[in-house]
């Protein structure tokens, strides 16, 4: 059974940094790309940051770039997102999302909800 579960969500001030975790079971993590979406309300998902399947590439959103980092750890079936110096309009809940190439998202945790407000 596959399960993608996300964690690290919460509130924080602006400024603040938090790291989220993805954990995923049920299918042969190494071979997936691993993607961190986010939506904030009354938008649509949108691409946030993204990691090849041994993490030699990384790929970030415009207006994240610099500030957050994505990473993996193949050993331990888990994606990362740190983030840094937060900003309000990152108030969102972030996803993460798992699929055999570019472009392609096969698999979909729940999401973790990020807040940042003063």
């Known amino acids: 059974q596959v399960q993608v579960v996300e964690s690290g969500g919460g509130g924080v001030q602006p400024g603040g940094s938090l790291r989220l975790s993805c954990a995923a079971s049920g299918f042969t993590f190494s071979n997936y790309r691993m993607n961190w979406y986010r939506q904030a309300p009354g938008k649509e998902r949108a691409f946030v940051a993204g990691i090849t399947y041994t993490g030699g590439r990384t790929y970030y959103a415009e207006s994240v770039k610099g500030r957050f980092t994505i990473s993996r750890d193949n050993a331990r079936n888990t994606v990362y997102l740190q983030m840094n110096s937060l900003k309000p309009e990152d108030t969102a809940v972030y996803y993460c999302?798992?699929?055999?190439?570019?472009?392609?998202?096969?698999?979909w945790g729940q999401g973790t909800q990020v807040t940042v407000s003063s």
């Open positions: 999302s798992a699929g055999p190439s570019a472009g392609v998202n096969t698999y």
